[in-house]
């Protein structure tokens, strides 16, 4: 089978706008198949949605990683390909489509978490669609999502992001801020093959602060949240939480994020911050508003089918 040439087309309907990579070279065939792997891998993601991947040297999170925190395989190798996988705003009409698409196959879509199953079945599937394409079947991969707690399983995915060269980590506000689209990212899911990764010298060097001068402010917001937080929980604060334990006035992690954007232009702002009803499913996980907001862009698109 001509896996390139069915890819090329595939690739040009929906590249990811941050693949940086090289072409792949033939020459270089075993240094340089992490990068047609991330080519491949990107371009699978970007069309469900998930605009960033990063590879990275699993090695690299291993070394930074508490003791507690369980290490991702690295299959005896020195450097292992791993990819970081995480969404900008881009997420938002794919996951509303398969909503869509899944409601009128008579599926429920609306059990437990959507967004979780679905992140879940995409990675899955553009992993295997890539190692189909590459005829490597059989090659072992593990995927673990942000979503995963169990102990064996759970990974530090802000660390993860930073290590990867993804997006840095600022813990003055607990939040990872991507050069380009800020704090307005999702962290989903990371892809651990028994592949060869790229050299410690093809990897980024450590991320820095695009925004240091907005520290103190980021610290004073954080503070007021976490502070306004305590002295407000009164049973009946308590009452109005929602599942995930965020009360209603989760608008000032909102505000929080705003303000770690402060380092964007007006229109990076505009262009990469969530919509209204994509911020709202993701600070309450309201699945009813959800199913409301399905059925209007059903209504206003009428590309679904
Ligand atoms: C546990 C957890 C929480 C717990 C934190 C409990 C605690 N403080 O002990 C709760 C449920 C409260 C929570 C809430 C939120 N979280 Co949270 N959370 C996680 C989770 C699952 C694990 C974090 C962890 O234990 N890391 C390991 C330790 C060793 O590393 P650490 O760097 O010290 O981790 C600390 C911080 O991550 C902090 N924390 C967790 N989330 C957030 C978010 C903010 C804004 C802040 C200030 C701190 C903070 O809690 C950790 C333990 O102290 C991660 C996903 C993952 N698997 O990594 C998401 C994650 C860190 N959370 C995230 C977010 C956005 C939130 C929320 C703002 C709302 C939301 N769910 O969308 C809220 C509100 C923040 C708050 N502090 O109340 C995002 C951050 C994305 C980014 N761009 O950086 C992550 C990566 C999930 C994701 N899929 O993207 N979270």
């Not at 604060?237 to 995930?244: L, P, V």
């Not at 990469?272 to 206003?300: A, C, G, I, P």
Request: charged share 20%; net charge neutral; aromatic share 12%.
């Amino acid at each position: 089978m001509n896996s390139s040439s069915s890819l090329c087309s595939s690739a040009s309907l929906s590249s990811s706008p941050f693949l940086s990579f090289p072409l792949f070279n033939t020459s270089q065939q075993q240094q340089n198949q992490w990068k047609e792997f991330t080519r491949l891998l990107s371009n699978q993601l970007y069309s469900r949605g998930f605009d960033l991947v990063k590879a990275f040297p699993a090695q690299r999170y291993n070394a930074k990683i508490l003791s507690n925190i369980s290490p991702l395989p690295t299959y005896k190798r020195n450097s292992t390909l791993a990819f970081v996988i995480a969404n900008t705003k881009h997420l938002w009409s794919y996951f509303l489509r398969n909503l869509y698409n899944q409601s009128q196959m008579h599926h429920n879509p609306w059990n437990n978490n959507p967004l979780d199953l679905y992140t879940k079945q995409s990675v899955a599937e553009s992993v295997n669609e890539v190692l189909g394409i590459i005829d490597q079947r059989d090659v072992k991969c593990d995927i673990r999502h942000a979503f995963e707690m169990e102990k064996s399983r759970f990974v530090a995915f802000q660390l993860l992001a930073h290590e990867s060269g993804l997006a840095y980590y600022n813990r003055t506000c607990g939040l990872n801020v991507h050069e380009i689209a800020g704090p307005w990212i999702g962290l989903r899911s990371v892809v651990t093959l028994d592949l060869e990764g790229p050299s410690i010298s093809d990897t980024t060097i450590p991320l820095e602060n695009p925004y240091p001068e907005g520290d103190s402010l980021l610290k004073a917001k954080l503070f007021s949240i976490l502070h306004q937080k305590n002295f407000t929980s009164s049973n009946k604060e308590k009452e109005k939480s929602t599942a995930n334990g965020i009360s209603r006035d989760w608008y000032q992690w909102v505000e929080l994020r705003d303000l770690a954007s402060g380092f964007m232009t007006e229109e990076a702002q505009i262009k990469w911050r969530y919509s209204e009803e994509q911020l709202e499913y993701h600070y309450t996980k309201n699945l009813s508003r959800l199913q409301e907001v399905v059925n209007m862009s059903k209504n206003d698109d009428k590309t679904h089918s």
